[in-house]
């Protein structure tokens, strides 16, 4: 079964950067990581589940919340089965826990504080 591990959230100031990692595995015979388009989404406390970034299996193309656009980057290296989000310019209201999102797979989610 297909497993999702993030790291890399914490406790940062407002204007702060953070880098998210994402590490797939559990991949079945004749499926990769590569096969799969893959998306960051958070949830606030108390808030509905927000897309925040997706990026498709070659990672040539990407697509952001218009709330991060410009703040955000999304990538991957599908040689080490690992998604990645660059968090730029941190605001408060980026607060949340991060997941990664394959399919219909989630990760245990990594937290993202943003406070001064």
């Known amino acids: 079964e297909v497993q999702l591990v993030e790291s890399g959230g914490g406790l940062v100031q407002p204007g702060g950067s953070l880098r998210l990692s994402c590490a797939a595995s559990g991949f079945t015979e004749g499926f990769y990581f590569s096969d799969y388009g893959m998306k960051w989404v958070r949830q606030a406390p108390g808030q509905g589940v927000e897309d925040v970034a997706s990026?498709?299996?070659?990672?040539?193309?990407?697509d952001y919340a218009a709330s991060v656009k410009g703040r955000f980057t999304i990538s991957r290296d599908n040689a080490k089965n690992t998604l990645y989000l660059q968090l730029n310019n941190l605001k408060t209201e980026d607060t949340a826990m991060y997941y990664c999102?394959?399919?219909?797979?989630r990760g245990q989610g990594t937290q993202v504080t943003v406070s001064s």
């Open positions: 990026i498709n299996p070659s990672g040539g193309y990407t």
């Open positions: 999102s394959l399919t219909n797979y």
